[in-house]
């Protein structure tokens, strides 16, 4: 759906923003540490009030690409404004979640931002999970931070009957909205979700 979105755009914009994306994605250090926590990133105004569609990209060691637009709270992206947002110029934010912060940079134009990132982990985030006999790498750090993904959501799946949720169903939950109430609600019907 976001690819049949994105045909129908004019494509002045997008061509003229793919030099800017292209020059800096040039500047990025070639060391591995830094290119392996950056990418583009678009950001675009929904019909919601109050949310963005968001679509962050990021291409890694080890052939690791990853791609994920979702609707994201305008409140939590800190120094985004609606006005900056429709205007015309350059943009700067950042996004910060329990694996880690995320820090934008780009230009916008007519409700389209396009520009490239970085990701800080925080570096507490993952040793937390070596008591709940999961070892994290760089790449789970990354994708639990743009889902948010984070400790205290895995205590309320807990606190909800899930104390054992797989990482891979704790991913597929955050993506699909599920909350503890949520979950408590369908146990009261009988109905209990795999955790595998």
Known sequence: MNLAR???RPLAFPLALAALLASAGAAVSSGSDRSSWSGTFTVEERDEPGRVQLEIRRSGPRGFRFS?????????????????????????F??????GTFEFDGDTR????????TFT?????????????RT???DDVFVAAVHDVS???LDDMAAAGYPDLSWERAIEFRIHGVSSEWLKDL???GVTPSRG
């Open 94 to 99: 950042t996004l910060a979640r329990d694996a």
């Open 187 to 189: 146990a009261a019907l």
């Open 121 to 133: 982990p925080n570096p507490v985030f993952a040793s937390a999970f070596s008591s709940r006999g």
């Open 68 to 92: 994920s637009s979702s609707g994201v709270a305008l409140s939590e992206l800190r120094w985004l404004s609606p006005m900056a947002l429709k205007g015309a110029g350059s943009i700067s």
């Open 136 to 138: 994290l790498d760089e």
């Open 151 to 153: 400790r205290a959501f």
């Open 6 to 8: 994105r045909a129908l």
């Open 110 to 117: 007519g409700g389209v931002g396009v520009g490239r990132f």
